[in-house]
T-cell receptor, first 113, second 110 residues
Framework: EAGVVQSPRYKIIEKKQPVAFWCNPI?????LYWYLQNLGQGPELLIRYENEEAVDDSQLPKDRFSAERLKGVDSTLKIQPAELGDSAVYLC???????????FGPGTRLTVT | GQNIDQPTEMTATEGAIVQINCTYQTSGFNGLFWYQQHAGEAPTFLSYNVLDGLEEKGRFSSFLSRSKGYSYLLLKELQMKDSASYLC???????????FGGGTRLMVKP
């Protein structure tokens, strides 16, 4: 069974440019998470989806970040415009509705110059 | 609120035993997870404790004391490939959110 797929794996952009990340969760997992992970730190939740509904986006900087999961499967996370401080790894994870365990994708490493 | 503490770095010798501690203060609790994360890779699930006591899985064991807000991950017969970050994470009451500690970077030396 395929795991959580993310693309791209790496992205380098100049500040003020837009960027988008894509995530395909494990088949059948209705819960999807986006995390931000800075170097040497643990993942921090940005947004959680239950199917297509964003049920927790309290940590998402809504002035520049947006996310969608239109059909309740794939999801995209967008930053517009990017700032230097956005350089980090963006992790996507998924889980079954009634299970605690989350499965992580390899992440997208974003570098903003 | 959630507060999870674990040491930033640890060093151990190949073949030895190492214990990585995690303390937590959370407003809700529905279990504690340990994840392993190699540099540049995804966190991968190691263990889940929801009841007090020790869970053993091969070379890795995890312990939980809910009354003390304390857990540890025990790694035996260390191998070079065990060099990684180990993340402690606490689940909320509903079991649908994880709060992570900062991770402990373990370096295994020959």
């Amino acid at each position: 069974e395929a795991g959580v797929v993310q693309s791209p794996r790496y992205k380098i952009i100049e500040k003020k440019q837009p960027v988008a990340f894509w995530c395909n969760p494990i088949s059948g997992h209705n819960t999807l998470y986006w995390y931000l992970q800075n170097l040497g730190q643990g993942p921090e939740l940005l947004i959680r989806y239950e199917n297509e509904e964003a049920v927790d986006d309290s940590q998402l900087p809504k002035d520049r970040f947006s996310a969608e999961r239109l059909k309740g499967v794939d999801s995209t996370l967008k930053i517009q415009p990017a700032e230097l401080g956005d350089s980090a790894v963006y992790l996507c994870a998924s889980s079954l509705e009634d299970r605690n365990e989350q499965y992580f994708g390899p992440g997208t490493r974003l570098t903003v110059t | 609120g959630q507060n999870i503490d674990q040491p930033t770095e640890m060093t151990a010798t190949e073949g030895a035993i190492v214990q990585i501690n995690c303390t937590y203060q959370t407003s809700g609790f529905n279990g504690l997870f340990w994840y392993q994360q190699h540099a540049g890779e995804a966190p991968t699930f190691l263990s889940y404790n929801v009841l007090d006591g020790l869970e053993e899985k091969g070379r890795f064991s995890s312990f939980l004391s809910r009354s003390k807000g304390y857990s540890y991950l025990l790694l035996k017969e260390l191998q070079m490939k065990d060099s990684a970050s180990y993340l402690c994470a606490v689940s909320n009451d509903a079991g649908n959110m994880l709060t992570f500690g900062g991770g402990t970077r373990l370096m295994v030396k020959p």
